[in-house]
Structures are given as structure tokens and as C-alpha cells.
């Protein structure tokens, strides 16, 4: 793991070798999400590394003991429709307590600005930690713009997650909402002339439901 300025990037090698295989033309629609929602467990495995705990006492079929349990943390994840729904799966099979809200944005093909077609979120959004979820980082307009209207609700304690990121979008991110962390699978090189990540992976939403 890399941590730099506020970027956390994930070297270990279970990832990476996922990641390798996302890339790949040839890999289709069916491992193709079973891949991102293994990457999102294996980030989330890292991302709540530092979740508080408390002691608790039980029983054992041998004795009472006391033992640690994550503590009542309030919790959402937000993914950016539709790729971003990918990834849910994977984290909620470690935080199945999570409230999951959505936010449906679509990149303009002329301008790649984001528009927004769909906001949903769980009551009390304001006071939960709030985990952003978009598998694609690219000029860094649609993490900008739900991060946004999350803030708007209220919400200090964001964390945005993606697979692949461009360092244009890391560099947007940052300058618009530089209090919220990164958690990123890989940087790659950069954009091309239709604002698609280099080498990237193609359309991830095209990717995982097959609409192309
Ligand atoms: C993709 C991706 C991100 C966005 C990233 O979504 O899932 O949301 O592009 O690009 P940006 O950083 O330049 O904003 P897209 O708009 O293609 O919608 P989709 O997920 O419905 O395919
Ligand atoms: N959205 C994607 O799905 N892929 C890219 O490379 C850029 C934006």
C-alpha cells in the first residue's frame, strides 16, 4: 500500500493481478463483475482497517470471555450509477449493516461533464461516514459533482473508492474537495482524446452490464 497526499493506492498483488484482468479485451461481462466486486472486498478489507472496536463480554461453549466487535459506526456507501453498483456487493459482504444510497450521473459525450439523473441516500446521511464508490476515476467530473450533492446534504466525513484513476481526476478531486481520501487501485497514464483512461479498462458500466 502507497499512501501520498492524501491518496491511498493499493499495491498488493491479489489486487493488481485482479486488476491486470479487468484490462484484458477478452475478459466478458460474468468475471468481469465477480472481479471488481472481489477488488472492492479486498480494498475494504484495507479502507477499515482502523474501525473502532469495543470489548464485549460473551460465552464460549468453554467459558465467558470477553472479545472485540466493531463499534455501532454509522455507515453508507454511495455508488455512482451504474458502475459504481459493481463494486457494493463486495464491500457489503464485510459491512452488511451499511445503508446503501445512489447517485445516477452520466458523462455528456461531447463535454464529459457529469449530469445528474438520480440522487438517493439514506435518512441521516449527515451524520454517517460516507463511502463514494466509482470503479472510474477519469477527468474526475462525476466524483466531483456527487461528492457535491452528498456535502450539500450535510455530510464532513467523505471517502471516495475507485479501481482505476487518472491522475487528472486524482489532481480535480483534491482541488475540489481536498477533505475527502482516495482510495485507488491503480494510476495509470492518462486520458485519451475522448476522456477515457489510458490503458484503463474501456466502459466499466458498458463492461459489467454487457450494454455494449
Ligand atoms: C463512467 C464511470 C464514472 C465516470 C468517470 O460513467 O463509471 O462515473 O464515467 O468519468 P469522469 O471521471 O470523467 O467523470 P459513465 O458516465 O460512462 O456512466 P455509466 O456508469 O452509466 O456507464
Ligand atoms: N468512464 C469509463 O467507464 N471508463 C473510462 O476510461 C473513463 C470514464
Known amino acids: 500500500m502507497q499512501d501520498m ?5 493499493f ?4 489486487i493488481q493481478h485482479k486488476i491486470s484482468t479487468l484490462r484484458c479485451v477478452e475478459t466478458g461481462s460474468k468475471l468481469f463483475r465477480e472481479l471488481v466486486e472481489e477488488i472492492a472486498m479486498l480494498m475494504s478489507y484495507e479502507v477499515f482497517r482502523d474501525l473502532p472496536t469495543e470489548e464485549l463480554e460473551i460465552e464460549t461453549p468453554i467459558c465467558k470471555t470477553v472479545a472485540p466487535f466493531i463499534k455501532g459506526k454509522k455507515m453508507a456507501i454511495v455508488p455512482i450509477l451504474r458502475a459504481g453498483l459493481g463494486m457494493v456487493n463486495g464491500i457489503q459482504a464485510l459491512i452488511p449493516s451499511a445503508k446503501v444510497g445512489h447517485i445516477g450521473l452520466y458523462r455528456d459525450p461531447e463535454t464529459h461533464e457529469p449530469h445528474e439523473y438520480y440522487c438517493k441516500l439514506p ?3 449527515d451524520q ?3 463511502y463514494v464508490l466509482d470503479p472510474m476515476l477519469a477527468t474526475g467530473g462525476s466524483a466531483e459533482a456527487a461528492i457535491s450533492f452528498i ?7 467523505i471517502k471516495f473508492l475507485c479501481i482505476i484513476a ?3 481526476g486524482i489532481e480535480r478531486l483534491h ?8 482510495y485507488c487501485g491503480h494510476v ?3 486520458l485519451n482524446e475522448h476522456c477515457y483512461i489510458v490503458p484503463g479498462l474501456g466502459d466499466a458500466g458498458d463492461r459489467i452490464f454487457g450494454t455494449k
Not at 499495491?11 to 491479489?14: N, Q, V
Open 5 to 9: 497526499n492524501n491518496v491511498t493506492i
Open 11 to 14: 499495491t498488493h498483488p491479489l
Open 123 to 125: 435518512d441521516s446521511i
Open 128 to 130: 454517517r461516514e460516507v
Open 151 to 157: 456535502k450539500e446534504r450535510g455530510c464532513t466525513n
Open 166 to 168: 487518472a491522475p487528472t
Open 175 to 182: 482541488s475540489a474537495h481536498p477533505d475527502v481520501h482516495i
Open 188 to 190: 495509470d497514464e492518462g
